[in-house]
């Protein structure tokens, strides 16, 4: 009878003992046919972005909600799922979706530490966290999760629940995935990521904003020591390794960014327009690949191109003063300011690539000390300082001094000489492509696409000055002119009855007059007053008709005689379309930008079939004409305003300045039988650019620079001369004159006799007879 008095209390105690088990079974029992399908996983299809490559397949830009770019576990180095496994779950490969003793581990290690250190959730608990469920912290949540990852591990191997993991993850900046974050922070794909880089991207999935190297790189830094020792501890690295990678300085893609990485900001928000106009929304989720035209080594020497152009041309014209003022604490000078506040303070201040934001701690006339990003303290000295040196006197206002907390520009010099510098005010364009093919190679819009996002190559219309003489002279040659048609250099008056407006008495650039000369001198001079005698005698109306066959806009140029000093508006994509039809031998070949797009898998959905000289593009200009204008500009450079270009150690670049009224606008466009180039240089806000500053200063630097890295192994080239033209010896007078050795180009039916010149001489009074022809 005793024993049969304690069986009910002991069923009692037993039923309550298990009544938790049972109910757990009962909800598991309930709940697991109530969770969503695995059907996203198995058919995994995420938001893929645009991505927009050069004609050799770098990645230019992508645009998309997400950036993401989807790898197969066989892509993933073996040194990234390493450090994924060591930070996250190294016994992923035991468990099956909870992992047991991480859970015991974590949860000694929380009491021990005195608060929540470490989590329990495993890569497939992460996984169905981030498919299905919200991050709210309750224990529906948390049961949930465990019913998905029983499931998950259920239907899918080890190495699918991994894959799905590393590119669905997201790791800040935009970017979900590792191969994505590896391109967004480093720079490069994921299979060339080092040991110690693996390790920073396995240390995002944690806290992706606090441990990301771009922005705190202090802290992420941090976080990439732990998974280091968590990988020597699991034996998945040598104690080799764990130094060297301890000890690896690691370069963001901001660094990377002044040591070669591409910037196409521009091209690529003109691709991301045209695509979009043609695909709309599904532009930026169905992984659409773009291949441009744009040549990487191209692209790359035209961005620096433009940059060290225009800051020549604003360290020519003096120091503004610091860009704002910054307070620190008082006692920053005796380095024990904080070094959170600086930084906290400058993570407002944008970037300009090696333009470098920094914060004065200390200046003097001999030397500043200034705080940058990230905590790197940079002393500038001696010649560094010529630049600024009035900005450090007390005698200039206090708007334009350098003090302490002074927030100022830092850039390395050639020599990797730190100096100060400041954010242009002035812009600059440059763009360049295939002459024969209208293949755009490369397209800088602007000094820097987060500041100012207008693409000057496309949307800006300014005046072209002298730059667009080369096409009236194109226009006289079809009415009979030539190269040694003399024309006279002299004043010319028009009264407000000839001009419908105003007086107006037109000068040279050097306010100089040489009377009679050579078509051919004026051009490579420059001459505003022969320009203008050439356009009387063809009509304007005539030039304005016969410049539309390169491209331009007729009602951008009305038809007036300052057409001849390019007083209407175009384009620097225009330019190029003109220019390329002389270095082409006379063909119309419209520009063109993109080579084809493809989708996510490979399918090409279109494809670009350009026309070329002689193969199905329009020859709008006799080859003759053509070639006499090459030959012309080619002196432009040789013993003209552009004669600078020759430093390049070349004979066969052509090309022609431009400056208009008041210096507002400096261009120069020239070319190669290869490639054609268009710079310009001007104020968005239309101003003078300086009394001295030209096309041949201001903007045939910028093109040289260009010009010297894509031919460099380029070799001489010889143009052709077409069919039915001749080469005449003449004097100076534009006369024939077997003794002379100038040599000029002529159609065969405009070789000029012993006797008789194209137009009269001086003596007979050429100006009068021009004026009396037209006017």
């Not at 979009?276 to 599904?282: R, S, T």
């Not at 490579?524 to 304005?544: E, G």
Request: hydrophobic fraction near 40%.
């Amino acid at each position: 009878m005793p024993s049969r008095r304690w069986l009910l209390p002991a069923l009692i105690i037993s039923a309550l003992l298990l009544l938790p088990t049972i109910l757990l079974g009962l909800a598991v029992m309930l709940a697991y046919p109530t969770l969503p399908s695995l059907e996203i996983l198995t058919d995994y299809r995420p938001k893929i972005p645009l991505r927009i490559y050069s004609a050799e397949g770098a990645l230019l830009g992508e645009f998309g909600e997400e950036r993401r770019a989807l790898v197969t576990i066989a892509e993933v180095p073996e040194v990234m799922k390493q450090a994924i496994l060591a930070a996250e779950d190294d016994r992923f490969y035991e468990h099956g979706g909870v992992d047991y003793m991480g859970v015991l581990r974590a949860a000694i290690s929380n009491v021990t530490s005195g608060g929540v250190k470490q989590g329990a959730s495993t890569i497939t608990m992460q996984l169905a966290r981030n498919f299905f469920l919200t991050k709210e912290k309750t224990i529906s949540r948390k049961f949930n999760e465990v019913l998905l990852a029983f499931k998950i591990e259920h239907y899918l191997s080890k190495d699918e629940i991994l894959q799905l993991y590393i590119n669905q993850i997201y790791l800040g900046q935009r970017s979900f995935g590792f191969a994505a974050a590896a391109q967004v922070y480093f720079g490069k794909p994921l299979s060339q990521v080092s040991v110690a880089e693996a390790a920073m991207l396995a240390g995002l999935p944690k806290a992706p904003s606090l441990y990301n190297p771009i922005v705190n790189p202090k802290r992420a830094k941090l976080r990439q020591q732990y998974v280091l020792r968590r990988m020597h501890e699991l034996h998945l690295i040598n104690d080799e390794q764990l130094l060297l990678a301890q000890q690896e300085a690691i370069m963001t893609k901001r660094d990377n960014q002044n040591s070669g990485f591409l910037k196409a900001d521009y091209f690529a928000e003109m691709v991301r327009q045209a695509v979009f106009e043609k695909y709309q929304d599904d532009t930026y989720t169905q992984g659409f690949k773009v291949y441009t035209t744009i040549r990487q080594q191209d692209q790359l020497a035209a961005y620096r191109a433009v940059r060290s152009g225009v800051l020549e041309y604003d360290r020519r014209h003096g120091y503004r003063g610091p860009e704002g003022f910054i307070e620190i604490p008082k006692d920053a000078a005796s380095a024990s300011y904080s070094a959170e506040q600086l930084d906290e303070a400058l993570q407002d201040v944008a970037d300009s690539d090696d333009l470098v934001p920094a914060v004065v701690l200390e200046a003097s006339p001999k030397m500043i000390r200034a705080y940058c990003k990230g905590g790197e303290i940079i002393e500038v000295g001696g010649d560094a300082l010529l630049f600024v040196q009035q900005a450090l006197s007390k005698k200039v206002p206090l708007k334009q001094r350098i003090n302490v907390g002074s927030l100022i520009r830092l850039q390395k010099d050639a020599n990797n000489t730190w100096q100060v510098v400041q954010l242009p005010e002035v812009e600059a364009a440059f763009v360049s492509g295939n002459p024969r093919n209208g293949a755009i190679y490369a397209l800088v819009g602007g000094f820097d696409f987060n500041r100012n996002q207008f693409n000057h190559i496309t949307q800006a219309w300014r005046q072209p000055g002298s730059s667009f003489k080369p096409f009236v002279y194109s226009a006289a040659l079809e009415k009979g002119f030539t190269p040694a048609t003399v024309i006279n250099d002299a004043p010319l008056l028009f009264d407000a009855e000839e001009t419908g407006n105003e007086p107006w008495q037109p000068k040279n650039y050097d306010g100089k007059f040489e009377g009679p000369m050579r078509m051919r001198q004026a051009l490579l001079k420059s001459k505003n007053l022969v320009s203008i005698r050439i356009l009387q005698s063809i009509t304007p109306q005539y030039a304005r008709d016969y410049t539309a066959k390169f491209g331009f806009d007729p009602t951008k140029y009305p038809a007036y005689l300052t057409m001849a000093l390019g007083a209407g508006s175009v384009t620097p994509l225009q330019m190029l379309t003109g220019y390329s039809v002389f270095a082409n031998g006379g063909f119309l070949a419209p520009p063109y930008f993109i080579e084809r797009i493809e989708d996510a898998n490979g399918n090409v959905l279109s494809k670009a079939s350009p026309v070329s000289a002689g193969n199905g593009a329009e020859q709008v200009i006799d080859a003759r004409n053509a070639y006499t204008m090459v030959s012309m500009l080619q002196d432009v450079v040789k013993h003209g305003t552009a004669f600078r270009a020759m430093q390049l150690g070349r004979q066969d670049l052509a090309g022609k300045t431009g400056t208009t009224n008041d210096s507002m606008d400096a261009w120069f466009c020239g070319f190669h039988p290869t490639v054609v180039g268009i710079s310009w240089i001007g104020y968005d806000q239309p101003r003078t650019l300086g009394d001295k500053e030209t096309g041949g200063g201001a903007a045939l630097p910028i093109w040289m620079s260009y010009m010297e890295k894509v031919l460099k192994d380029v070799p001489q080239a010889v143009y052709t001369m077409p069919e039915n033209m001749v080469a005449v010896r003449i004097n100076e007078e534009g006369f024939r004159d077997e003794n002379s050795d100038r040599i000029e180009y002529f159609y065969q039916e405009n070789v000029p006799s012993e006797q008789a010149m194209p137009l009269p001489s001086e003596e007979s009074k050429p100006t009068d007879i021009i004026k009396d022809q037209l006017l």
